[in-house]
């Protein structure tokens, strides 16, 4: 069986920084000590045509464009397909809602490429929407999309949800979760299992606050209610010989179930993938350009969104780093936001107690993040352009912020940015204005455009929403009329 490379974390930044010292080159790794250029001028390097440096680029970086077809050999196994079709059907039904008016869909919206539709989750009291006109109280964070989480070491903002071995397809040093989990559920074959447990007992974004018992018996309930559907009964019978024998549908097999559906979800054959594979015309000259802007000084975005061993070629080195992200908290939310005016994040400090933590959130996994409807943990950005130009110039970004792009239940509170500044990560806190405008156009492109695989645009989606679920209850209403947002 086909296993990711797999390292303790922390060996971490040592692994990165040795392949990168054996192949000629030397990467900060996104520590917080200050970045050193991999190379200090693209016109100074070989000499080669721009195609044979950016190939040798990409091998160093260990992008061969072949990361989607290991899947199932990362795997040991293929698809169940009639698991991930009941899975399919379980992501869509309010069902797995105690409240019964949200479901795994309302978060992650195919017509938003399995994002968050609003720039803060909405969950429980929504109005069945799925898109710009969802209505409820907000959340805290904006969930991100489920494609391609499936080759991820962690999950969720402030990576609470981790593969001890750095593979998420590797339980052999227990899978870590939030308490009262812990590590209970390190005997499933993949993280994505363990974290399907954790949405439906969340209360504000599936379980309510009207339920008495705890997260066993929020998913006994649930697992109770799904047995009781027929369809679902004979579909995990399928599946699970004891459920054929008779026996009752657990949250187990529901989990198994969802994460089955996840698996069939790995969008990652960009136009960057091809041209690793050897088709030159496949990226545009600008995308070219922009890939070494991507991963050289001054934009040296490699620091943090990296793609050797563990990355899985995702483009994230999935730590938590703090980046002085606007603060902005809503006028309606049945979350609890920090500090002393309510009105902040304090990250991963949430999760850890480690006050060393503050502000930090996991570096996004750039795969397809072009078609992200909003930017960062909060989604202050809502154009991608001004999403990589606060990771430039963090200090010009916030004093510009204005927050009038976001709707209105959204600008109540502007949180403070001083603190957040004095603790962002090192790179942050350079300024690399050195981009000229066609440079930082050069870098858009590479991002918005080669890194993006067309199966995963909204509209490749649409097909696997479901007509009707067997619950009966209604399925969201995914609004893919929404108008396009003017971002240049």
Same mark, same amino acid.
């Given at each position: 069986?086909?296993?990711?490379?797999?390292?303790?974390?922390?060996?971490?930044?040592?692994?990165?920084?040795?392949?990168?010292?054996?192949?000629?080159?030397?990467?900060?790794?996104?520590?917080?000590?200050?970045?050193?250029?991999?190379?200090?001028?693209?016109?100074?390097?070989?000499?080669?045509?721009?195609?044979?440096?950016?190939? /040798?680029?990409?091998?160093?970086?260990?992008?061969?464009?072949?990361?989607?077809?290991?899947?199932?050999?990362?795997?040991?196994?293929?698809?169940?397909?009639? /698991?991930?079709?009941?899975?399919?059907?379980?992501?869509?039904?309010?069902?797995?809602?105690?409240?019964?008016?949200?479901?795994?869909?309302?978060?992650?919206?195919?017509?938003?490429?399995?994002?968050?539709?609003?720039?803060?989750?909405?969950?429980?009291?929504?109005?069945?929407?799925?898109?710009?006109?969802?209505?409820?109280?907000?959340?805290?964070?904006?969930?991100?999309?489920?494609?391609?989480?499936?080759?991820?070491?962690?999950?969720?903002?402030?990576?609470?949800?981790?593969?001890?071995?750095?593979?998420?397809?590797?339980?052999?040093?227990?899978?870590?979760?939030?308490?009262?989990?812990?590590?209970?559920?390190?005997?499933?074959?993949?993280?994505?299992?363990?974290?399907?447990?954790?949405?439906?007992?969340? +209360?504000?974004?599936?379980?309510?606050?009207?339920? +008495?018992?705890?997260?066993?018996?929020?998913?006994?309930?649930?697992?109770?209610?799904?047995?009781?559907?027929?369809?679902?009964?004979t579909r995990f019978a399928e599946?699970?010989?004891?459920?054929?024998?008779?026996?009752?549908?657990?949250?187990e097999h529901i989990a198994r179930?969802?994460?089955?559906?996840?698996?069939?979800?790995?969008?990652?054959?960009?136009? /960057?993938?091809?041209?690793?594979?050897?088709?030159?015309?496949?990226?545009?000259?600008?995308? +070219?350009?922009?890939?070494?802007?991507?991963?050289?000084?001054?934009?040296?975005?490699?620091?943090?969104?990296?793609?050797?061993?563990?990355?899985?070629?995702?483009?994230?080195?999935?730590?938590?780093?703090?980046?002085?992200?606007?603060?902005?908290?809503?006028?309606?939310?049945?979350?609890?936001?920090?500090?002393?005016?309510?009105?902040?994040?304090?990250?991963?400090?949430?999760?850890?107690?480690?006050?060393?933590?503050?502000?930090?959130?996991?570096?996004?996994?750039?795969?397809?993040?072009?078609?992200?409807?909003?930017?960062?943990?909060?989604?202050?950005?809502?154009?991608?352009?001004?999403?990589?130009?606060?990771?430039?110039? #963090?200090?010009?970004?916030?004093?510009?912020?204005?927050?009038?792009?976001?709707?209105?239940?959204?600008?109540?509170?502007?949180?403070?940015?001083?603190? #957040?500044?004095?603790?962002?990560?090192?790179?942050?806190?350079?300024?690399?204005?050195?981009?000229?405008?066609?440079?930082?156009?050069?870098?858009?492109?590479?991002?918005?455009?080669?890194?993006?695989?067309?199966?995963?645009?909204?509209?490749?989606?649409?097909?696997?929403?479901?007509?009707?679920?067997?619950?009966?209850?209604?399925?969201?209403?995914?609004?893919?009329?929404?108008?396009?947002?003017?971002?240049?």
């Open positions: 069986m086909f296993r990711s490379f797999a390292v303790r974390p922390s060996a971490r930044g040592a692994w990165v920084s040795l392949v990168l010292a054996a192949s000629g080159i030397w990467l900060a790794a996104c520590s917080d000590e200050p970045v050193v250029p991999l190379i200090e001028e693209i016109e100074d390097t070989s000499g080669l045509a721009i195609d044979q440096e950016l190939q /040798l680029q990409l091998s160093l970086m260990g992008i061969d464009g072949r990361i989607e077809e290991r899947f199932t050999a990362m795997l040991g196994r293929e698809i169940d397909q009639a /698991l991930a079709e009941t899975g399919r059907l379980l992501f869509f039904d309010p069902i797995l809602s105690i409240t019964q008016d949200n479901s795994c869909s309302g978060c992650h919206g195919p017509n938003v490429s399995f994002n968050d539709s609003k720039s803060i989750s909405i969950g429980i009291q929504n109005n069945g929407v799925v898109g710009p006109g969802r209505d409820g109280p907000f959340n805290l964070r904006r969930a991100p999309t489920i494609i391609n989480a499936a080759f991820y070491p962690n999950l969720m903002w402030d990576g609470r949800f981790a593969a001890e071995s750095l593979d998420g397809f590797d339980n052999s040093q227990g899978f870590r979760l939030p308490q009262p989990e812990g590590y209970s559920l390190s005997d499933l074959d993949h993280l994505l299992m363990a974290q399907a447990f954790t949405p439906v007992t969340d +209360k504000i974004e599936m379980a309510g606050f009207d339920f +008495k018992g705890d997260n066993d018996a929020i998913r006994s309930e649930i697992a109770s209610r799904v047995d009781q559907v027929s369809e679902y009964r599946s699970f010989p004891e459920v054929a024998a008779g026996g009752p549908v657990r949250y179930a969802i994460a089955e559906f996840e698996f069939t979800l790995i969008r990652a054959d960009a136009p /960057l993938d091809q041209y690793a594979r050897g088709d030159t015309a496949a990226m545009t000259p600008p995308e +070219k350009r922009g890939a070494l802007l991507f991963f050289r000084d001054p934009a040296a975005c490699f620091e943090c969104h990296i793609t050797l061993g563990y990355a899985n070629q995702m483009f994230s080195d999935f730590e938590s780093h703090a980046i002085g992200v606007p603060q902005i908290a809503p006028s309606e939310t049945n979350a609890v936001f920090d500090g002393p005016g309510y009105d902040e994040d304090f990250g991963r400090e949430r999760s850890t107690g480690d006050t060393g933590d503050r502000y930090k959130f996991r570096s996004t996994p750039l795969r397809n993040v072009a078609y992200q409807p909003t930017f960062m943990h909060n989604g202050a950005f809502v154009c991608l352009d001004n999403s990589i130009r606060h990771h430039l110039e #963090m200090r010009e970004s916030l004093e510009s912020f204005s927050g009038e792009h976001l709707e209105y239940r959204l600008r109540a509170k502007r949180g403070p940015d001083e603190d #957040m500044i004095q603790l962002a990560h090192e790179l942050a806190r350079i300024p690399r204005g050195r981009l000229t405008l066609d440079q930082f156009e050069d870098l858009v492109a590479f991002v918005e455009i080669s890194l993006s695989d067309p199966d995963a645009h909204p509209d490749a989606l649409r097909y696997l929403i479901p007509a009707s679920v067997p619950s009966g209850l209604p399925v969201h209403d995914f609004d893919y009329d929404a108008p396009p947002r003017e971002c240049r």
